[in-house]
């Protein structure tokens, strides 16, 4: 696939078009998680960050959730990770306030405690408001 043209809105596929068949398949089953928990959140791709970003509006600071493609795995980003609830252990890394969930198969992105995580981001940050 080619790059998009300039002016264009880079799209998923856009996103998606270096990545595995497996890393596509996985990041496309998160999307649909994400939009089926998050039918109010706004989607855009950002293809310098390598990001599909779901959030409350266009700003960087409305940016709540997040998958981000690797070479053998998808992570699902959170922008207020350390303030979420996460009893299963799921959450990963160590910065001031984003942390996130490696999937490294289709079946991780069914995993219900991942999608209580996608929620609960959405919740604090609408709490915050």
């Known amino acids: 696939m080619s790059a998009p043209r300039p002016g264009s809105v880079p799209t998923v596929d856009d996103l998606l078009a270096r990545s595995s068949a497996e890393v596509r398949l996985i990041a496309l089953r998160l999307r649909g998680m994400i939009r089926a928990t998050l039918p109010e959140a706004i989607?855009?791709?950002?293809?310098?960050?390598?990001?599909?970003?779901?959030?409350?509006?266009?700003?960087?600071?409305?940016?709540?959730?997040?998958?981000?493609?690797?070479?053998?795995?998808?992570?699902?980003?959170?922008?207020?990770?350390?303030?979420?609830?996460?009893?299963?252990?799921?959450?990963?890394?160590?910065?001031?306030?984003?942390?996130?969930?490696?999937?490294?198969t289709v079946a991780d992105a069914d995993r219900p405690a991942l999608h209580a995580l996608v929620r609960a981001e959405w919740d604090f940050h609408q709490a915050k408001r």
């Open 43 to 104: 989607e855009s791709v950002d293809l310098p960050d390598n990001l599909l970003a779901f959030g409350s509006g266009g700003r960087l600071r409305d940016l709540l959730v997040g998958i981000i493609p690797h070479s053998a795995h998808v992570n699902v980003q959170f922008a207020d990770a350390v303030d979420l609830p996460d009893p299963a252990g799921l959450l990963e890394g160590t910065g001031k306030r984003i942390r996130h969930v490696k999937n490294r």
